[in-house]
């Protein structure tokens, strides 16, 4: 772990620089408004350790799978989030030497992360290498009022100097992705222009045709006054520029101010994105810093009103928690439904960027919880309208008849990740779907979704498991063989739990789903049926023999569940064991020496017993939590905020806490040494349900709130606020009592350690 961070709670605050840290520090101060989005790099050229990465929401690139050889059902390609045309780069030369931190010496060096504001702020002192000494204030934030914008203010004082001086200002389309299979640039030029006042380039992605253009303006001022500079405009290949010639003045702060705009096509007319981009730059060059500053500041004050928790006692958890808060919010908004959760957000490009199934398990309870219910839902339409995509995933291996099987890795519905053990027998996810819908359904009571999307989906899942299971005559039950669960330190096994469990879930959740659309609205019903075939007699026979007779592996002696079979045969080992040089093991260790241990990624077994709590006793759940937490290493950053959930629910007081830590604190402390390729943003979504269900002991039953709430003995208190069914409530929870406020909607009955409580 790393613990350079500054505590606080509303900022990120790094103080000294680093080059060796740099890289990690990039991911954690990014910024994004859910368009468009940059890693924290620098202004100003920067020679050292750096992941240089702007990211595009929606567009990608399907970059050819490489693989050592090639079996039927490999996808063609992975689709990779592109690092895209840079609008940031201010570049100073004063005399005839470059502005760059790693060739200088660097003091002062002070760097925030305003979550509050959304903004990041950088200042230093460099002593350049013929012993100018200058200062530099950098202020940067992408609009959340116009996600199609981007401005800095960048002040420059020389300390103990005049000097002539260049300023670049730059627009740079000739980037690569750091994650490339074979150093292939993904973008082709389109135009460039350049002009003084002005720089724009548009480029387009190969094989997918998606344009961006990019351009910049700029004013400059000092002392107020409005400033001209001598300006040269040049171009060269995928880049335009104005260099700006200025005399600097000893004592005297020169201020630029650079505006940017990322314009995609998945929103414009490609014919019209360049006249619409150079309105756009006049536009905001007329308004200036402050009014952008002010229309971005306002949506996050909106924002921080809906979701804001605070914490009084402990400033790490507040400002762990707020930080996977603000990195959620930047990253989606919800304002379009062909737009989902990738993995690191706007802050790298591992994992490609693209969908997984930590947007239905993990995310969907956050968007539920803090915005309105159209946002949710547009999570689900994604996936509906993804149908098609996954019956055809399925044709590729083998399916039929319409059983659709759910992308692990996804841009555009189709499957685009090519590790056979994980896309292909980490099957659980295509469920994720399904009970997501159950989620969103409880949670909004919006059982109509079922009507207008959800049933096709489920009955398209259905007819999946109905195909993937086989009948065991030995047991005598249905099995599901080669499959890999929540865990990936296990691959290929037969009969995982958790698999099996919601495979069976999902069977008798569509047979209900049927029975409610069929009675609700037979119209509509028989709409489906007939697009479908679906042949409701002898595929519900089926499905109901399936879950009345899944196979679910058990141990009578110890009493507990059975991950999967021959879990017992693995020497049984702590993790408390484990040597500190040995961690973690997915650095440390062969792939052969982890698929032989016992150890456990993440939560499997117990991922189920929390999705479906209510199906367990408490002792159930005690010894099965007891059993596996300690063979756990937490090296999903997904891992730590179930055991949250199941230790508060256990009143494993203690245990909630520092698994609460390290699911809000995984990015800010570098936990799992990785932070420098991006944040885990769809994790963050766990620290949320962490408070919310595990210390809040929130649940939806019967349509009805409840909480069981307790408060860590570090803190004085703590609060949420949860927006339910158009009601807004508010939960305080202190150390000897909990108050539980209706701050808008219709007057309600929640229920509160049992007891029922009206509000309003």
Same mark, same amino acid.
């Given at each position: 772990?790393?613990?350079?961070?500054?505590?606080?709670?509303?900022?990120?605050?790094?103080?000294?620089?680093?080059?060796?840290?740099?890289?990690?520090?990039?991911?954690?101060?990014?910024?994004?408004?859910?368009?468009?989005?940059?890693?924290?790099?620098?202004?100003?050229?920067?020679?050292?350790?750096?992941?240089?990465?702007?990211?595009?929401?929606?567009?990608?690139?399907?970059?050819?799978?490489?693989?050592?050889?090639?079996?039927?059902?490999?996808?063609?390609?992975?689709?990779?989030? $592109?690092?895209?045309?840079?609008?940031?780069?201010?570049?100073?030369?004063?005399?005839?030497?470059? $502005?760059?931190?790693?060739?200088?010496?660097?003091?002062?060096?002070?760097?925030?992360?305003?979550?509050? @504001?959304?903004?990041?702020?950088?200042?230093?002192?460099?002593?350049?290498?013929?012993?100018?000494?200058?200062?530099?204030?950098?202020?940067?934030?992408?609009?959340?009022?116009?996600?199609?914008?981007?401005?800095?203010?960048?002040?420059?004082?020389?300390?103990?100097?005049?000097?002539?001086?260049?300023?670049?200002?730059?627009?740079?389309?000739?980037?690569?992705? !750091?994650?490339?299979?074979?150093?292939? /640039?993904?973008?082709?030029? #389109?135009?460039?222009?350049?002009? %003084?006042?002005?720089?724009?380039?548009?480029?387009?992605? !190969?094989?997918?045709?998606?344009?961006?253009?990019?351009?910049?303006?700029?004013?400059?001022?000092?002392?107020?006054?409005?400033?001209?500079?001598?300006?040269?405009?040049?171009?060269?290949?995928?880049?335009?520029?104005?260099?700006? @010639?200025?005399?600097?003045?000893?004592?005297?702060?020169?201020?630029?101010?650079?505006?940017?705009?990322?314009?995609?096509?998945?929103?414009?007319?490609? %014919?019209?994105?360049?006249?619409?981009?150079?309105?756009? $730059?006049?536009?905001?060059?007329?308004?200036?810093?402050?009014?952008?500053?002010?229309?971005?500041?306002?949506?996050?004050?909106?924002?921080?009103?809906?979701?804001?928790?605070?914490?009084?006692?402990? #400033?790490?958890?507040? @400002?762990?928690?707020?930080?996977?808060?603000?990195?959620?919010?930047?990253?989606?908004?919800?304002?379009?439904?062909?737009?989902?959760?990738?993995? *690191?957000?706007?802050?790298?490009?591992?994992?490609?960027?693209?969908?997984?199934?930590?947007?239905? %398990?993990?995310?969907?309870?956050?968007?539920?919880?803090?915005?309105?219910?159209?946002?949710?839902?547009?999570?689900?339409?994604?996936?509906?309208?993804?149908?098609?995509?996954?019956?055809?995933?399925?044709?590729?291996?083998?399916?039929?008849?319409?059983?659709?099987?759910?992308?692990?890795?996804?841009?555009?519905?189709?499957?685009?990740?090519?590790?056979?053990?994980?896309?292909?027998?980490?099957?659980?996810?295509?469920?994720?779907?399904?009970?997501?819908?159950?989620?969103?359904?409880?949670?909004?009571?919006?059982?109509?979704?079922?009507?207008?999307?959800?049933?096709?989906?489920?009955?398209?899942?259905?007819?999946?498991?109905?195909?993937?299971?086989?009948?065991?005559?030995? /047991?005598? *039950?249905?099995?599901?063989?080669?499959?890999t669960g929540p865990n990936e330190y296990e691959n290929n096994v037969n009969n995982n739990w958790y698999t099996n469990y919601l495979g069976s879930w999902t069977l008798r959740f569509t047979m209900e789903a049927v029975d409610f659309?069929?009675?609700?609205?037979?119209?509509?019903?028989?709409?489906?049926?007939? !697009?479908?075939?679906?042949?409701?007699?002898?595929?519900?026979?089926?499905?109901?023999?399936?879950?009345?007779?899944?196979?679910?592996?058990?141990?009578?002696?110890?009493?507990?569940?059975?991950?999967?079979?021959?879990?017992?045969?693995?020497?049984?080992?702590?993790?408390?064991? =484990?040597?500190?040089?040995?961690?973690?093991?997915? @650095?440390?260790?062969?792939?052969?020496?982890?698929?032989?241990?016992?150890?456990?990624?993440?939560?499997? #077994?117990?991922?189920?017993?929390?999705?479906?709590?209510?199906?367990?006793?408490?002792?159930?759940?005690?010894?099965?939590?007891?059993?596996?937490?300690?063979?756990?290493?937490?090296?999903?950053?997904?891992?730590?905020?179930?055991?949250?959930?199941?230790?508060?629910?256990?009143?494993?007081?203690?245990?909630?806490?520092?698994?609460?830590?390290?699911?809000?604190?995984?990015?800010?402390?570098?936990?799992?040494?990785?932070?420098e390729d991006g944040c885990h943003i769809t994790s963050m979504a766990g620290t949320w349900m962490s408070l919310v269900k595990g210390f809040g002991g929130m649940r939806v039953k019967e349509g009805k709130l409840h909480f069981t709430?307790?408060?860590?003995?570090?803190?004085?208190?703590?609060?949420?606020? =949860?927006?339910?069914?158009?009601?807004?409530?508010?939960?305080?929870?202190?150390?000897? /009592?909990?108050?539980?406020? =209706?701050?808008?909607?219709?007057?309600?009955?929640?229920?509160?350690?049992?007891?029922?409580?009206?509000?309003?």
């Amino acid at each position: 772990m790393k613990h350079y961070i500054k505590h606080h709670e509303w900022q990120i605050i790094e103080e000294g620089f680093d080059p060796h840290l740099n890289r990690i520090s990039e991911s954690l101060f990014s910024l994004g408004n859910g368009r468009m989005g940059q890693r924290a790099n620098f202004e100003e050229e920067y020679s050292g350790e750096t992941h240089l990465g702007s990211y595009v929401a929606g567009v990608y690139y399907p970059d050819k799978t490489r693989v050592g050889w090639w079996k039927n059902g490999y996808p063609e390609y992975f689709a990779k989030v $592109l690092n895209a045309p840079s609008w940031i780069g201010i570049h100073l030369k004063i005399g005839k030497t470059s $502005l760059d931190l790693a060739h200088c010496k660097v003091q002062d060096f002070r760097r925030v992360l305003d979550m509050k @504001q959304g903004t990041l702020h950088r200042s230093f002192t460099a002593t350049l290498r013929d012993g100018k000494k200058v200062k530099i204030d950098a202020t940067r934030f992408c609009s959340m009022a116009d996600g199609e914008i981007g401005v800095i203010r960048y002040s420059v004082t020389p300390l103990n100097f005049s000097s002539s001086s260049t300023i670049t200002l730059g627009i740079d389309a000739n980037v690569v992705n !750091k994650d490339s299979n074979y150093d292939e /640039k993904f973008w082709d030029e #389109v135009s460039k222009e350049s002009k %003084a006042g002005l720089a724009l380039v548009s480029a387009q992605t !190969k094989k997918t045709f998606f344009q961006v253009i990019t351009g910049m303006t700029y004013a400059l001022t000092s002392g107020g006054k409005k400033l001209k500079g001598i300006v040269r405009a040049s171009k060269r290949e995928k880049y335009a520029d104005n260099v700006v @010639q200025i005399k600097l003045k000893k004592g005297e702060e020169l201020v630029i101010y650079k505006y940017g705009v990322v314009l995609s096509s998945e929103n414009h007319p490609k %014919a019209k994105m360049t006249q619409v981009a150079r309105k756009k $730059l006049k536009d905001i060059l007329a308004k200036g810093f402050d009014k952008l500053f002010a229309d971005h500041t306002d949506v996050w004050a909106h924002k921080w009103e809906e979701c804001d928790i605070t914490i009084d006692g402990d #400033v790490a958890a507040q @400002q762990g928690i707020r930080f996977n808060i603000f990195q959620l919010m930047q990253t989606y908004t919800g304002a379009d439904e062909r737009l989902n959760i990738g993995p *690191k957000g706007f802050t790298g490009e591992k994992y490609g960027g693209s969908t997984y199934w930590d947007t239905e %398990a993990y995310c969907l309870p956050f968007y539920l919880g803090t915005s309105d219910p159209k946002v949710a839902r547009n999570l689900l339409v994604y996936r509906y309208k993804h149908l098609g995509k996954a019956i055809e995933n399925g044709k590729k291996l083998g399916f039929k008849d319409g059983a659709a099987f759910y992308p692990f890795v996804t841009m555009n519905g189709e499957e685009c990740h090519n590790e056979w053990e994980i896309t292909f027998e980490e099957i659980h996810r295509t469920s994720a779907m399904a009970y997501a819908m159950r989620d969103y359904i409880e949670y909004t009571g919006d059982r109509d979704y079922l009507t207008g999307f959800g049933l096709e989906v489920l009955i398209g899942i259905s007819r999946f498991w109905n195909q993937r299971v086989n009948w065991s005559e030995e /047991k005598g *039950k249905y099995v599901i063989l080669g499959v890999t669960g929540p865990n990936e330190y296990e691959n290929n096994v037969n009969n995982n739990w958790y698999t099996n469990y919601l495979g069976s879930w999902t069977l008798r959740f569509t047979m209900e789903a049927v029975d409610f659309v069929k009675k609700s609205n037979p119209k509509r019903y028989a709409a489906i049926t007939a !697009k479908i075939n679906f042949q409701e007699k002898a595929e519900m026979d089926k499905w109901k023999h399936i879950s009345e007779n899944m196979y679910f592996p058990y141990d009578p002696k110890r009493n507990v569940i059975l991950q999967q079979d021959g879990f017992l045969d693995k020497e049984l080992i702590p993790v408390k064991n =484990l040597k500190p040089e040995d961690r973690p093991l997915n @650095q440390k260790w062969s792939w052969d020496r982890i698929l032989r241990s016992c150890f456990i990624k993440q939560a499997d #077994v117990l991922q189920g017993i929390f999705l479906f709590e209510d199906d367990f006793d408490l002792e159930t759940v005690r010894r099965n939590f007891d059993f596996y937490e300690p063979m756990t290493v937490h090296e999903s950053s997904l891992s730590p905020c179930v055991h949250v959930i199941l230790a508060s629910k256990l009143g494993y007081k203690e245990q909630a806490y520092n698994f609460y830590l390290r699911t809000a604190r995984l990015d800010l402390d570098d936990y799992n040494n990785d932070t420098e390729d991006g944040c885990h943003i769809t994790s963050m979504a766990g620290t949320w349900m962490s408070l919310v269900k595990g210390f809040g002991g929130m649940r939806v039953k019967e349509g009805k709130l409840h909480f069981t709430p307790y408060i860590p003995d570090q803190w004085k208190s703590y609060s949420f606020r =949860l927006e339910f069914r158009g009601r807004v409530v508010k939960v305080k929870v202190s150390k000897d /009592k909990t108050d539980v406020v =209706l701050e808008s909607g219709q007057p309600m009955e929640v229920m509160v350690g049992g007891k029922v409580v009206g509000l309003g």
